[in-house]
C-alpha cells in the first residue's frame, strides 16, 4: 500500500524545472514573487525564530525548577520571558501556517497561478524580516522587561528595557500580516478557477479567509495601540500614564481588542489544517462542510467581541464583565462543533494512519482540553482565581502550542512532499510526534495544577511556597521531552531532502487541486488552469475502490489535463 | 522530599462556592473531553484501511445531529454562566456592614492602613468570620492583589479606587501575591494574610500592631490634621461660599457639575476632587482649587477622604484655620 514507490513517468521530476531549481542565485529567492518561494523563505526564517523562542522557554524552564531559581537574576528573567512571549506571539504563532502554508497552498487550492498581488506579497515577508531583526536587536542590546503584553503604565513610564524599539519591530510585523491577510482576501475572492465555487473550497481555504478578515481588522488596532505607548514612552503625552493624566486600563482594553482575535488568528489556520488532514486519511467528505466554514466565521466575528474576559478583575463594570463572560461562554461553541464534525469525519472513514493523521489526533486531544479549560477562565467566579496564574499559562499553550503548532506540524508534513518532492521517513515522524505529544501534556498538565495551587504566571522566586516545586519539575522534565520532539523533525525533513524518495504528484491519494499538480510544483503552479467540476473533498467517487486504484484513477485524471 | 498537594487550604467563605463551581467545570471537561479522545481513537483504529467493517451509508450532512451537538453544550454553557455570574455578582458586593480597610501597592511592596491609624507592611490582618472590604490603589503601576487561599483578587490600579472583599473562615497566616506584572521584583511582592480571632485581633488592633509602631492618630484624625494644615476650610465651610462647596453632607450625595451631568461623590470622587480639581468643576464655580497631586501621597488622599466622609455626620466646626497643626504624616512610605 506504499505510495511513495516511484512510478516511472515521474522519474525525471528531479530534472524537470519546478519553483526551487528554476534558478539558483541568493538573488533569485530574495527578489522572487513566486508565492511558493516565498513561503518558502517564511518557512526558514520563522523556524529561527521559533528556536529562539524555543531556547527562551528552557532557561525559563530550568530557573523554575528550584523555588529560589537557578541562574537568572530578577531581571534577566522578566527578560527571558518576555523574549520569549513576544518572538512566539509575533513572529512565530501569528505568521506561522497563514505565512508558510497559506502562502504555498492556497494558491494551488483554489486553482490560482499566485496570489493577487505578488509584490506585495514579496514585500510582506521583508517587512516581518525587518519587525524581526527589530525585535532581534531589542532582545540583544539589553532587552524588554514588560511581559508580551506590555501593559501600560509599566511598559511607557516605567520599563527600563528597549521597549520602544521592539514596539517598533511588533508594529512593523503587524504590517505584514495585514499584508498577508489583504493578499489572501483578494485572491480568495478574485483568482478562484472556474468552477472553484464558495463552497467547493477547501475548508483550509474558508479558514484562512476568515483569519484574514481578523488580521485586517484587528492588526491596525495594535498597531495604534503599540504605537500609542511608543508615544507616551517618548515623548511624555498622557494616554494611558495617570501621572501624565491618562488611562492606564484604557491600554488593556485596546490591546486585547486585537490580542483576543489574535488568538484565533493563531488557531483558526490551525482548525483548516485539520480539515484538510481528516478528509484526507479519512478518504471522506468533512462532515457537516458548511457547519464548518461557518463556524470559523461564526468564531471570527465573535471573537472580536469577548476581549473583556481578560478583564474581569480590572475594575470594569460588573455588568460589563457579564457580558464579556457570557459571550465567551457562546464562542465556545462552534469550536465544540468543529471537534464533533471532526468526529464524525473519521466515523466510518477508510482512516490511513500516517504521520500527518497522527498529528490531527494528536491537536483533537489537546485542543478539547485546551478549548474546554478556557471555560474556566470565561467563567466569573473560578476567574477571580485563576486569572494571570499558571492556570493561564497552561490554558493558552494547550491551545497555542496544543493547537496551533500541531497544526503547524501537521500542515508541514501534510505539504512537505509538495513543497520539496521528497517524502520523508513516516516511521521517524510518527515518533516525533508522540514525543510531542508526551512532552506536551508532561509540560503543560502539570501547569494546571500550579495555578489552581495560586502560582502566579510571571514569578520565578516562590520560595515562600515549596508545595509548587514538584509541579515545576514535572513540567521542566516535559519540557525537555517536548524540545526532542521538536528538533526531531529538523533531521528527517532535512534529510528527505537528499536522500527521500521522490513524493510524486499525490502521495497521500488526496483530491485538492494542488494534488494535480508537479510536485515540487512548476513556477505557475498549473500547466493549465483546472476547471472545478466537484465539491471539495469528494472522496465519495473512490469510497469503493481500494486506496491504490483511486491513486491511478487521480493521477491519470491529472495527466488527462487537470479537469477534474 | 516532594508533596502533590492539589488544591490550596479554602479559607474564605467564597473559597468553598469557587471549588464547587470548579469542580463542576472539571466534572464537564472530562464528560467531553475524554469521550472525545478515546472516540477518536477507536474511530481511527476501528476505520483503519484495510479493516473489513460496515462503512455503509456514510453521511455526510445530518442536520438534526449537528443541532443536538449545537445546543447541548450551548445550554450547559448557559448554565455554568449563570451560577458562575451569580458568584461574582455577590463577590462584587461587599456587605453593608464589612470592616473597611485600605490598601496601597507600590513597586514592590504592600501598604496597609487600618482606620484607626495603624499601619503594616505586607502584612494584613484581619479577624477570622467578619466581612473585610479593601479599598486598593497603586502608586505606579498595576498590581494585583491576589489571596490564593480565599480564592480571590483584584487589579490595583494607579488613580482608581478598586475593591475586594472578603470573609475568612479560618485562622492562619495566608499568601498575599502580587498577580499582575509590575517589574523587576514582581515575584518578591508577595505578604501574608493574618487570620486572628475578633478579641485577638482588636487587641493587636488597639496595640497598635506589631509590625509598626503605633500611631496613636486614626485615619479621620490624620485626615483632619491634613484639613487644618492645607487650610480647606479657607474655602470649604459649613455651608456652599462662593469660594467652594461645601464638604458637609457631601458623601453619597450627587453633585451637579458646571458640564451639566451629575456625579455621584464617592470614594473616587472626593479622590480625584482632591488630586486633580479642575477635572470636574462643581456647577458655578471656575478651577480655583489646587491640585494637590504633587503634594498628597495616596495614604493622605485616604486619610483626608475618611475625614471627609465624617464632615456629613458630625457638627460644623468652627470655620476656624488654627495654625499648622501638625506636619503631614511622615508616614513609613
Ligand atoms: C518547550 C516548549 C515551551 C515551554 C516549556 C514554555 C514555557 C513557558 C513558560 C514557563 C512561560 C512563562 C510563563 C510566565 O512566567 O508568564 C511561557 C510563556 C509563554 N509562552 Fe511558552 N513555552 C513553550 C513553548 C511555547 C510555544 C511553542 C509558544 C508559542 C507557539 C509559546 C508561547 C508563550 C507565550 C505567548 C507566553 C507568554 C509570555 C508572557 O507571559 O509574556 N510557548 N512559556
Ligand atoms: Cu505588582
Not at chain 1, 287 to 304: K, M, Q, R, T
Not at chain 1, 383 to 399: E, G, N, P, S
Amino acid at each position: 500500500m506504499s505510495a511513495t514507490a516511484a512510478r516511472p513517468e515521474e522519474l525525471d521530476d528531479a530534472t524537470r524545472p519546478n519553483y526551487l531549481n528554476v534558478s539558483h542565485t541568493i538573488k533569485s529567492w530574495l527578489l522572487t514573487q513566486d508565492h511558493k518561494r516565498i513561503a518558502v523563505l517564511y518557512l526558514v526564517s520563522i523556524s529561527f525564530f521559533f528556536l529562539l523562542g524555543g531556547l527562551a522557554a528552557s532557561m525559563i524552564r530550568l530557573e523554575l525548577t528550584s523555588p529560589r531559581g537557578v541562574m537568572l537574576e530578577s531581571e534577566t528573567y522578566n527578560k527571558m520571558f518576555s523574549a520569549h512571549g513576544i518572538i512566539m506571539v509575533f513572529l512565530f504563532l501569528v505568521p506561522s501556517i497563514p505565512a508558510t502554508f497559506g502562502n504555498f497552498a492556497l494558491p494551488m487550492m483554489i486553482g490560482a497561478k499566485d496570489l493577487a498581488f505578488p509584490r506585495l506579497n514579496l514585500l510582506s515577508w521583508y517587512l516581518y524580516m525587518i519587525g524581526g531583526g527589530l525585535i532581534l536587536a531589542a532582545l540583544l542590546m539589553g532587552g524588554v522587561d514588560t511581559g508580551w503584553t506590555f501593559y501600560t503604565p509599566y511598559s511607557s513610564m516605567y520599563s527600563s528595557g528597549h521597549v520602544v524599539l521592539a514596539i517598533v519591530g511588533v508594529f512593523i510585523a503587524g504590517f505584514s500580516s495585514i499584508f498577508t491577510g489583504l493578499n489572501f482576501i483578494a485572491t480568495v475572492h478574485k483568482m478562484r478557477a472556474p468552477g472553484m465555487t464558495w463552497f467547493r473550497m477547501p475548508l483550509f481555504v474558508w479558514a484562512m479567509y476568515a483569519t484574514s478578515v481578523i488580521i485586517v481588522l484587528g492588526t491596525p488596532v495594535v498597531a495604534i495601540t503599540l504605537a500609542l505607548v511608543a508615544v507616551e514612552a517618548t515623548m511624555g503625552v498622557g494616554i494611558f500614564s495617570p501621572a501624565l493624566g491618562g488611562d492606564p486600563v484604557l491600554f488593556q482594553h485596546m490591546f486585547w481588542f486585537y490580542s483576543h482575535p489574535a488568538v484565533y488568528i493563531m488557531i483558526l489556520p490551525s482548525m483548516g489544517v485539520m480539515s484538510e488532514l481528516i478528509a484526507c486519511f479519512s478518504r471522506k467528505r468533512i462532515f457537516g462542510y458548511h457547519f464548518v466554514a461557518f463556524s470559523s466565521l461564526a468564531i471570527a466575528g465573535l471573537g472580536f467581541i469577548v476581549w473583556g474576559h481578560h478583564m474581569f478583575t480590572s475594575g470594569q463594570s460588573t455588568f460589563q464583565s457579564l457580558v464579556f463572560s457570557l459571550i465567551s461562554f457562546v464562542v465556545a461553541v462552534p469550536s465544540a462543533v468543529k471537534t464533533f464534525n471532526w468526529m464524525a469525519t473519521i466515523y466510518k472513514g477508510n482512516v490511513d494512519l500516517r504521520s500527518p493523521m497522527i498529528f490531527a489526533l494528536g491537536f483533537l486531544g489537546l485542543f478539547v482540553v485546551g478549548g474546554l479549560t478556557g471555560l474556566y477562565l470565561a467563567s466569573l467566579a473560578t476567574d477571580v482565581h485563576l486569572q494571570a496564574t499558571y492556570f493561564v499559562v497552561a490554558h493558552f499553550h494547550y491551545i497555542m502550542v496544543g493547537g496551533a503548532m500541531m497544526g503547524f506540524l501537521g500542515a508541514l508534513h501534510y505539504w512537505w512532499p509538495k513543497m520539496t518532492g521528497k517524502m520523508y521517513s513516516d516511521n521517524w515522524a510518527k515518533i516525533g510526534a508522540a514525543l510531542v505529544f508526551v512532552g506536551f501534556n508532561l509540560t503543560f498538565f502539570p501547569q494546571f495544577i500550579l495555578g489552581y495551587l495560586g502560582m502566579p504566571r510571571r514569578y520565578h522566586y516562590y520560595d515562600f511556597a515549596p508545595q509548587w516545586q514538584a509541579y515545576n519539575i514535572m513540567s521542566s522534565a516535559g519540557a525537555s521531552v517536548l524540545a526532542l520532539g521538536y528538533i526531531l523533525p529538523a533531521f528527517y525533513l532535512l534529510h528527505s531532502l537528499k536522500y527521500g524518495k521522490p513524493a510524486g504528484r499525490n502521495p497521500w491519494g488526496a483530491v485538492g487541486l494542488e494534488w494535480q499538480t508537479e510536485s515540487p510544483p512548476d513556477t505557475h503552479n498549473f500547466h493549465e488552469i483546472p476547471i472545478v467540476t466537484h465539491e471539495a473533498y469528494d472522496y465519495a467517487a473512490v469510497d469503493e475502490i481500494e486506496h491504490a486504484q483511486a491513486q491511478e484513477v487521480m493521477k491519470k485524471e491529472a495527466h488527462m489535463g487537470s479537469d477534474e | 522530599m516532594f508533596n502533590f498537594p492539589l488544591r490550596p487550604e479554602a479559607a474564605s467563605t467564597f473559597a468553598g462556592q469557587h471549588d464547587l463551581l470548579f469542580g463542576i467545570l472539571t466534572v464537564l471537561t472530562i464528560v467531553f473531553s475524554v469521550p472525545v479522545m478515546i472516540l477518536a481513537i477507536i474511530f481511527a483504529v476501528r476505520f483503519r484501511a484495510g479493516n473489513k467493517v460496515d462503512r455503509s451509508r456514510p453521511s455526510h450532512e445530518n442536520l438534526k445531529l449537528e443541532l443536538t451537538w449545537t445546543i447541548i453544550p450551548l445550554l450547559l454553557a448557559l448554565a455554568v454562566f449563570g451560577y458562575s455570574a451569580k458568584l461574582f455578582v455577590d463577590l462584587r458586593k461587599p456587605p453593608k456592614d464589612a470592616m473597611e480597610i485600605f490598601v496601597i501597592g507600590k513597586q514592590w511592596m504592600w501598604h496597609i492602613q487600618h482606620p484607626n491609624g495603624v499601619r503594616e507592611n505586607n502584612e494584613l490582618h484581619v479577624p477570622v468570620g467578619v466581612p473585610v472590604k479593601l479599598t486598593m490603589i497603586s502608586q505606579d503601576v498595576i498590581h494585583a492583589f491576589y489571596i490564593p487561599e480565599f480564592r480571590t483578587q483584584y487589579m490595583v490600579v494607579p488613580d482608581k479606587y478598586t475593591q475586594l472583599w472578603f470573609q475568612a473562615t479560618k485562622e492562619g497566616e495566608y499568601m498575599i501575591l502580587c498577580n499582575q506584572y509590575c517589574g523587576t521584583q514582581h515575584s518578591e511582592m508577595v505578604g501574608k494574610v493574618i487570620v486572628q480571632r475578633p478579641d485577638e485581633f482588636q487587641k493587636w488592633l488597639a496595640d497598635g500592631g506589631r509590625s509598626m509602631r503605633p500611631k496613636d492618630r486614626t485615619m479621620v484624625e490624620s485626615g483632619e490634621d491634613l484639613y487644618k494644615l492645607y487650610n480647606c476650610a479657607n474655602c470649604h465651610g459649613d455651608v456652599d461660599t462662593p469660594r467652594g462647596p461645601s464638604l458637609y453632607g457631601l458623601f453619597g450625595k450627587r453633585q451637579q457639575m458646571t458640564d451639566g451631568t451629575t456625579v455621584l461623590a464617592d470614594d473616587e470622587y472626593l479622590r480625584e476632587s482632591l488630586l486633580k480639581a479642575e477635572k470636574k468643576l462643581v456647577a458655578g464655580y471656575i478651577a480655583t482649587m489646587p491640585n494637590y497631586e504633587q503634594e498628597l501621597s495616596e495614604e493622605q488622599a485616604l486619610q483626608l477622604i475618611a475625614y471627609m466622609k465624617t464632615l456629613g455626620v458630625q457638627k460644623p466646626a468652627a470655620p476656624a484655620a488654627p495654625a499648622a497643626a501638625t506636619t503631614p504624616q511622615e508616614g513609613n512610605r
